[in-house]
């Protein structure tokens, strides 16, 4: 897995976060009627190699969507669509599109998603049709995805700077109509040691989320070129590093001043978030492609 480096006389002009990566970010949610749309979560649009299917730019390549696990349950088991869309920025043309992206195969009614078998794992995959469809997009790659294993390699750990981008309800768009304008926002990882040795299927970040995020690229700023603390290393890579799933819940009790016992709990927002990681990302993903490896029509290469 190769990721891009960027020159060191860039650093002190360059964004700190990949741009193609944001664009790989779009907007979920659902049709309703007189063309209108019920936006409900993020996802992130990926570009996986099929080595049967060439598309126009001679890649061997098919279109999925990585989101929650409890996005798909709130659209295909609380609201029993067969279709979800997905507001997206097209490369060619420059403008926003709704993509109506069918749920289920037409001929068998066969699934063209998948979920993480693990009920710890809050991962979803969907596929996105064939380069043939014309969906043009700006996906995520694999060089610009990092496994646990890559993040340890490089050094990613507790404090290192991340980005979260997303669309977070009530503040996507600037006008009713307009396009969901991802919402950028920064925090640092929090936790992942436990992620590293195995004993979480999750990590946390320090960043403060809402409804709406979930499914969302969780991506690592690069370190400046040399200017790291004695003992440690960081990354000097912005890549994706894992998706959002939600944000922890802090509890707070009201007790009862005559029994001194618990009346009321109120939850609030702890503004700690759990991340999936790209690993069962991929594993979704392969799930998917065992099951509807058979219904892409086989090009020559």
Same mark, same amino acid.
């Given at each position: =897995? ?11 002009? =360059? ?41 126009? +730019?001679?890649?061997? /390549? ?28 097209? &490369? ?5 599109? /709704? ?36 969906? *043009? ?13 890559? =993040? ?9 700077? /991340? ?69 440690? +290393? ?36 702890? #503004?700690?978030? &759990? ?10 993903? *392969?799930?998917? &492609? ?7 029509? &086989? #090009? *020559?290469?």
């Amino acid at each position: =897995m190769i990721l891009f480096r960027l020159p060191a006389d860039c650093v002190d002009h =360059m964004v700190f976060i990949s741009q193609h990566l944001v664009k790989a970010c779009v907007e979920t949610g659902v049709a309703r009627e007189r063309a209108d749309f019920d936006w409900i979560g993020t996802g992130i649009l990926y570009a996986d190699q099929f080595l049967e299917l060439l598309d126009r +730019s001679g890649r061997f /390549i098919l279109p999925y969507m990585f989101t929650n696990r409890h996005v798909m349950n709130a659209l295909v088991e609380e609201r029993h669509v067969k279709e979800i869309a997905i507001r997206l920025l097209n &490369k060619e043309t420059g403008k926003s599109e /709704i993509h109506l992206n069918p749920l289920y195969d037409p001929d068998d009614g066969t699934e063209l998603w998948a979920i993480h078998p693990s009920l710890e794992v809050d991962v979803a995959a969907i596929s996105l049709g064939t380069p043939e469809d014309g969906l *043009q997009f700006e996906p995520a790659e694999e060089g610009e995805i990092m496994t646990l294993d890559f =993040m340890r390699k490089e050094g990613c750990t507790e404090g290192d700077t /991340i980005f979260v981008v997303g669309y977070p309800y009530s503040l996507t768009g600037l006008s009713k109509g307009s396009r969901a304008y991802p919402l950028v926002r920064s925090g640092c990882i929090a936790r992942i040691a436990d992620t590293y040795a195995r004993e979480s299927e999750t990590y946390l970040i320090d960043v403060t989320i809402f409804p709406g995020n979930s499914g969302g690229p969780v991506i690592s700023k690069p370190s400046h070129f040399g200017e790291h603390i004695a003992g440690t +290393s960081g990354t000097n890579k912005s890549g994706l590093i894992g998706m959002v799933s939600g944000y922890l819940e802090y509890f707070d009790e009201a007790v009862s001043t005559q029994t001194m016992r618990p009346r009321v709990v109120f939850t609030e927002n702890s #503004g700690i978030a &759990k991340v999936e990681t790209v690993d069962n990302m991929l594993k979704t993903l *392969q799930l998917l &492609k065992n099951r509807i490896s058979d219904k892409f029509p &086989k #090009g *020559q290469p």
